[in-house]
């Protein structure tokens, strides 16, 4: 038997290691030490901007959680949350700036002078978010059966589809922007339910601009998609099905479990958690933006998975991991922003901070192997 | 002197288990030593430490009278000891000549020198009568003409021991006439060979000298022409066939649960026909490659089939996997940790598995995590499964046997009628072996029917009703009970179908 | 009957590429006569030249399994080194050019490193270090643009007898890749190794050392590419390289590497690289909407993806054991 209890110190050191809180363990500790470094850090205004950038990431990721546990990898959510912005935008738009928009293929079709088709009509918001949905599952849906059915990689098909949407996002508007969203769909990107003022009681009439929102329609929307993702993954049946492909295909081929199945439905959850997304980053920009997930986004919402301690092997996988793993990327890509680090800087940080959540990971599973 | 590979006092043990013991054995220069041994009688360990692959506990080997440690396959290798494995180790994207000179090409100017290597394989290829261009793909050859390269590649190494473990198993007849000859070619060379074989008369036939192995130890070893077959087996065995299998308590019916009829997909099966009785335990055996599991994965709907049907309690099967356990269908496949288990995921998880849609809540299917709880716990007492806690403790940590025993738990969660069980015991102690034997007759006892996979005899010959023995994809013979007779059952197994 | 049939779809599997490339250039030539012209032909390879080399390089990868997606990065940062070479030592071009290879060398070792000795997947660490070559690259410029001395375009647009330095180089690269991979030793063990890795390591091989020095080759070839597409321009920006690992890939795989390893070539990414930049100029000759090019290519690329997924399936089939003659 290998010694496992060899010595306390190192026993709790791997009860540490191993814990699922550990990266929140991680994220308090951080802004524990740089708190007094960095006065800003812990500011009302400052908090409430971390929550707000938050909340969209922690949705996109929830997605890529349930394709990581089956081992897959899904490289076109930035370029679902792209399409499904402006074709959400291009419908309820109140009103078209001909200048920016004539050329475009959709100009005259679904949006002009007037707005987008759906501008107006009672529902129509709702009738828009459906057909964003519903765009998203096909796309999910194109990659799943790609790679259940035809056995391509994953990687290669959503790479692909990541080019082709993302070119089609941009052909839609020409790359313009689509702004004039109605103010219904804007509150769901910014809107507050609760909202604290920090100055004097007294004061009768409050700026705007310091009441700082904490519980926000994002927040609830996403904290609702974290939630039932979790039960889904870590609850049901399905859930059970999703880990059992990622820990071992074949054995979950002769166990009955209907892989192809569960592969083709990991995929299309990533699409539409992308576009659920999409809706909150549109409603905070106000407009529908065909550059949106482009760049390094997505290997932002892969790092923030697997720094979570979800692995890429498949079958290790928890949305409270992600959760945790998107605080940390977002704590630190702030806490870069507030060091006055310019943008490549943080790419930079966010390198080494994916390089050691990695090596982390390598010396997990050697720490389990010595328990076990 | 004059002894070639010797070991003295040579051990090896995993986690404690012993796997080799105290192991003497000499081999003479120039001979061919017949290894045999059931499955898990500590061949393929034993092989393993000559190839530098394992690393002995104890005890030491010599090589030409030195001390030889090997610390990897290269060192075995420069040694002058080649391996061809059942499993041929060769690149099927790259040449012929390719694959003999992988690990150290001629050069001229720094590249390779085409021309020298496609001569020396061709000479080389000459020697054992194999007529291949030295430009072809491997992968475009028959796995007879595959092990022929492999060969090819030890003399290329100029080996003076070549082992051979299992050679046959994927021969067509002509194929392993072929092979002998090749031995014999070899042996005139000088050569010493290690054969290691289930097929007791090609043992015999070949080799000098012969050595049994039994659960990690040398028990029985001399010159082949003092060796009949039935000492072989005798030794292989060692003790009463008595106390090895429990007390029967099943009373095989007449009503069949599965029948298969007609069964053929070419390359693989050829009018297989096969019924399984309620009540009943019914062995298939045959020798590797036989296609005894391959028309288990046909029955379970993994594998495809060109014609014939199969029927559950008389009703048409279809469909792939999942259909086929609803139908009432478990498989223990011979994989286990490659398709019976997710060695990462804790014990309870894995007795789950199967049966998981049952406890589904509706309306949102969640899992009902308290009777998950109790009727894991439940099957892991039921099954005297030796684990702490089922629902941490990860599948990978239990011995092979405790890890059989989930596998066959997961199924018996889904209470199946049929069970299929593909080498049951492979790699599992003699205790466990004594319960999962226990477990099957208690399955069939309580009106299940069971199809037993074995390429152990003995084991089918003490557990079936009833053995069916299959041959090159065909059915060549069916045995019951109070027939059962080794000689027969080996013969059919043995006997060479005309191709 | 079979047979000849297996060899049929063998071919077909095996250079799915070229039917595709010879339908594309077919196509053109009818919609645009002009497109076949010398100049025209000289300027698709010329274009595919950049991405070509990397590719090659990438194929290298592939080979053996593994996948590389920081040679963006170093296509952005290896140039930049050479670039200090050139303005702040007064380095001649041939000197620069040395310092942009080494610099990829030294990239390259680290993501060695990372994947043979710390055993990190390479997915995730060409993944970090995407980020932190840029980032320190970045760092150095201040995010800035960096002009290069007018020497270097001088050079980029140089050539010999008419043709263009940029195709020499490109074609210099593949001709030194396909006698490595054809016709050296380690070539063929990188083969071997992506055939089966544990085989390799079975067979006595040193397998750290070969995946080492694919991921070192492909630094070295991205850099490469990365120094002849700046000597076009004479400037770096910010954002020079960004999402190239996407294309250099798509140019390998449509070359016919395989995404599973043991299977591509040295020409193969030629031929890749050169498809992809045909289909492109094919579009703007023809006069296709300018945003519509990337979703045409796409589709080009998800059919040979599709093409290598069966092929794959093909090659199991094979190997799945027969036990009866057929």
């Known amino acids: 038997m290998p010694s496992a209890a060899s010595s306390p110190s190192r026993k709790w050191a791997s009860r540490l290691f191993l814990s699922d809180y550990f990266v929140l363990y991680l994220s308090l500790a951080y802004v524990a030490i740089l708190a007094p470094f960095l006065p800003t850090l812990l500011n009302p205004a400052n908090i409430s901007n971390v929550l707000s950038n938050l909340w969209p990431l922690l949705v996109v990721a929830t997605g890529q959680t349930f394709i990581l546990a089956t081992a897959g990898i899904d490289l076109s959510q930035g370029a679902v949350i792209a399409v499904t912005s402006v074709i959400g935008a291009m419908l309820i738009a109140v009103t078209g700036n001909a200048a920016v ?272 | 002197m004059g002894d070639l590979l010797a070991f003295e006092g040579l051990s090896k043990s995993w986690f404690g288990v012993p796997a080799v013991s105290d192991l003497t054995l000499a081999m003479r220069e120039n001979s061919l030593l017949g290894v045999i041994g059931q499955n898990g009688a500590g061949k393929s360990t034993l092989m393993n430490m000559i190839g530098g692959i394992v690393e002995p506990t104890s005890g030491r080997m010599r090589w030409k009278g030195a001390d030889y440690e090997p610390k990897s396959a290269a060192d075995a290798s420069e040694a002058g000891i080649a391996f061809i494995h059942q499993e041929l180790n060769l690149f099927t994207n790259l040449t012929v000549a390719e694959n003999l000179y992988i690990d150290g090409f001629p050069r001229k100017f720094g590249m390779i020198d085409w021309a020298t290597i496609n001569e020396r394989t061709r000479h080389i290829l000459g020697r054992l009568a194999l007529d291949v261009e030295p430009s072809v793909n491997v992968g475009h050859l028959s796995p007879g003409e595959r092990q022929l390269v492999e060969i090819a590649r030890a003399l290329h190494n100029e080996a003076e021991l070549v082992i051979f473990d299992e050679p046959t198993t994927s021969l067509t007849p002509r194929e392993t006439e072929r092979l002998f000859e090749t031995i014999a070619t070899l042996r005139g060379e000088g050569r010493s060979i290690v054969y290691i074989s289930h097929i007791l008369s090609d043992v015999k036939k070949l080799s000098d000298d012969v050595a049994v192995l039994r659960d990690g130890k040398l028990v029985d ?102 259909e086929r356990i609803a139908a009432g269908l478990a498989f223990v496949t011979e994989d286990r940790r490659a398709e019976g288990l997710m060695l990462e995921a804790p014990i309870a998880e894995n007795l789950a598995l199967v049966s998981i849609d049952r406890f589904g809540k509706k309306p949102f299917m969640l899992v009902d995590r308290e009777r998950v709880a109790e009727e894991t716990e439940a099957m892991k007492d039921n099954l005297s499964i030796k684990a702490g806690n089922i629902a941490r403790q990860p599948a990978k940590a239990l011995s092979g046997g405790n890890q059989q025993k989930v596998v066959i738990g997961k199924w018996q969660m889904q209470s199946p009628k049929l069970f299929i069980l593909d080498e049951p015991t492979r790699g599992v102690d003699v205790g466990a072996k004594y319960e999962i034997y226990t477990l099957i007759d208690r399955i069939a006892a309580t009106g299940g029917g069971i199809l037993m996979i074995s390429s152990e005899l003995e084991e089918l010959l003490g557990m079936a009703d009833r053995i069916v023995v299959m041959n090159r994809g065909e059915v060549v013979g069916e045995v019951g009970r109070d027939e059962f007779d080794r000689e027969t059952i080996l013969s059919m197994a043995f006997r060479e179908v005309i191709a | 009957m079979t047979r000849s049939m297996d060899k049929i779809s063998d071919f077909v599997f095996r250079n799915a590429t070229y039917l595709i490339f010879a339908g594309v250039l077919i196509y053109y030539g009818i919609q645009a006569p002009s497109f076949l012209t010398p100049e025209s032909l000289v300027n698709i390879v010329k274009q595919a030249s950049f991405t070509g080399i990397a590719a090659v390089g990438m194929t290298f990868v592939l080979l053996t399994a593994g996948i590389d997606l920081s040679v963006g ?75 290069f001395p007018d020497e270097i375009r001088a050079f980029g647009l140089s050539g010999v007898f008419g043709i263009p330095t940029p195709i020499i180089v490109f074609t210099a690269v593949a001709l030194v890749a396909h006698l490595v991979l054809a016709h ?21 091989l040193k397998v750290g050392w070969i995946q080492a020095r694919v991921y070192i080759i492909c630094s070295a070839c991205a850099a490469l590419s990365g120094f002849m597409l700046i000597a076009q321009i004479g400037r770096l920006d910010a954002a020079f390289g960004e999402g190239a690992e996407f294309d250099v890939i798509a140019a390998a795989v449509l070359g016919g590497a395989s995404l599973f390893g043991g299977i591509g070539s040295a020409f193969g990414a030629v031929i890749g690289a050169t498809l992809i930049q045909t289909v492109k100029l094919g579009l703007v000759f023809t006069g296709v909407n300018l945003y519509l090019q990337p979703i045409i290519q796409g589709v080009i690329i998800f059919i040979a993806v599709l093409v290598d997924g069966m092929r794959e399936k093909q090659v199991l089939a094979k190997m799945k054991r027969t036990i009866r003659p057929l």
Not at chain 1, 136 to 142: M, N, V
Not at chain 1, 299 to 317: E, H, P, Q
């Open chain 3, 184 to 204: 050296t030793e380690f070539g063929r063990q990188v083969y071997a190794f992506g055939n089966s890795p544990e085989g390799a390591r079975k067979a006595g």
């Open chain 3, 73 to 147: 990065s170093v296509m952005f940062l290896a140039p930049l080194m050479a670039g200090y070479v050139m303005r702040d030592l007064g380095m001649p071009v041939p000197v620069a050019v040395v310092a942009a290879v080494l610099t990829g060398v030294v990239l390259g070792s680290i993501n060695a490193i990372l994947i043979v000795r710390l055993r990190v997947i390479p997915f995730i660490t060409t993944l970090a270090t995407l980020f932190l070559f840029r980032g320190f690259g970045t760092w150095l410029t201040s995010s800035q643009q960096f002009d």
């Open chain 1, 101 to 372: 928009l004539s050329n475009a293929p959709i100009w005259g079709v679904f949006i002009g002078e007037q707005g987008g088709i759906l501008a107006g009509s009672i529902g129509g918001i709702a009738v828009a978010i459906a057909i964003m949905m519903l765009v998203a599952i096909l796309i999910g849906l194109l990659n799943g059966v790609s790679v259940a059915v035809f056995g391509m990689p994953a990687f290669m098909v959503t790479l692909v589809t990541m080019i082709v949407i993302g070119a089609v996002a941009i052909y839609l508007s020409l790359s313009e922007n689509i702004s004039n969203l109605p103010d219904a769909f804007v509150t769901l990107g910014k809107g507050d339910l609760v909202s604290v003022y920090f100055g004097a009681q007294d004061e009768s009439k409050i700026p705007r601009k310091i009441i700082y929102s904490f519980v926000t329609y994002p927040m609830v929307i996403a904290v609702a998609v974290a939630v039932a993702a979790h039960y889904l993954l870590n609850r049901t049946v399905f859930g059970r099905q999703v880990v059992a492909v990622g820990s071992n295909k074949r054995n979950a081929e002769v166990s009955g479990i209907p892989v192809r199945r569960v592969i083709v439905a990991v995929f299309v959850i990533s699409a539409v958690c992308a576009a659920i997304g999409s809706i909150l980053y549109s409603a905070r920009l106000e407009a529908g933006r065909p550059t949106l997930g482009a760049g390094t986004f997505l290997l932002d919402v892969i790092g923030a998975t697997v720094i979570g301690g979800t692995s890429l092997f498949g079958g290790k996988a928890k949305i409270i991991w992600t959760f945790f793993g998107v605080l940390f990327f977002v704590l630190l890509s702030n806490t870069l922003n507030l060091m006055n680090l310019s943008a490549f800087q943080v790419d930079m940080v966010k390198g080494a901070v994916i390089l050691a959540a990695a090596l982390l990971d390598v010396l997990r599973t050697r720490l389990t192997r010595e328990l076990t």
């Open chain 2, 221 to 322: 070893q001399g010159p082949a022409s003092d060796f009949s077959i039935a000492r072989m087996i005798r030794s292989m065995i060692g003790r009463d066939l008595g106390g090895q299998f429990p007390e029967r308590s099943n009373t095989p019916t007449t009503s069949a649960i599965l029948s298969a009829r007609s069964l053929s997909q070419p390359g693989v099966l050829q009018d297989v026909s096969i019924a399984v009785n309620r009540g009943e335990i019914l062995g298939l055996f045959g020798l590797m490659g036989a296609g005894r599991s391959e028309l288990a994965r046909v029955i379970f709907g993994l594998d495809p089939h060109e014609t014939g049907e199969i029927e559950i309690d008389g009703k048409p099967l279809a469909g792939g996997p999942r």
